[in-house]
């Protein structure tokens, strides 16, 4: 990894960037990392190749860093699981009191329950 791109060129942009299109998530829905990175163009003369490499960790650190208003637990990985961490627990069952199931392998159906963006 580039030490260059451990981090956006303006963090708090960023990740007020992703707080707004969080904010925007449904009840009853949820969206990964990767999409939401998708959703938010890269930085002012970052390739964009280089972005796709480093957006949905980005997201990641910008949701760690969220404020309360934020619904953080609406955000998971790309497999429809919760990821491993402090509060994961509390992300799942957050969703479930959302309306929203896991199978028996711990696993969002994303066919179901995928919030696609701001323009679906």
Do not use: H
């Not at 009191?97 to 963006?117: C, T």
């Amino acid at each position: 990894m580039s030490p260059r791109f451990t981090s956006p060129p303006d963090p708090m942009a960023f990740n007020q960037r992703v707080w707004d299109v969080v904010r925007q998530i449904p009840v009853g829905k949820v969206t990964t990392y990767g999409r939401i990175a998708e959703m938010i163009p890269p930085p002012g003369g970052m390739d964009p190749k280089d972005y796709s490499a480093f957006g949905a960790r980005w997201v990641g650190g910008a949701m760690a860093a969220c404020p309360p208003d934020v619904p953080w637990q609406r955000v998971i990985n790309a497999q429809g699981k919760i990821s491993l961490r402090r509060g994961a627990e509390q992300q799942r069952k957050l969703l479930e009191a959302e309306g929203i199931q896991f199978d028996e392998r711990d696993r969002v159906d994303l066919k179901v329950y995928l919030w696609e963006g701001l323009d679906n």
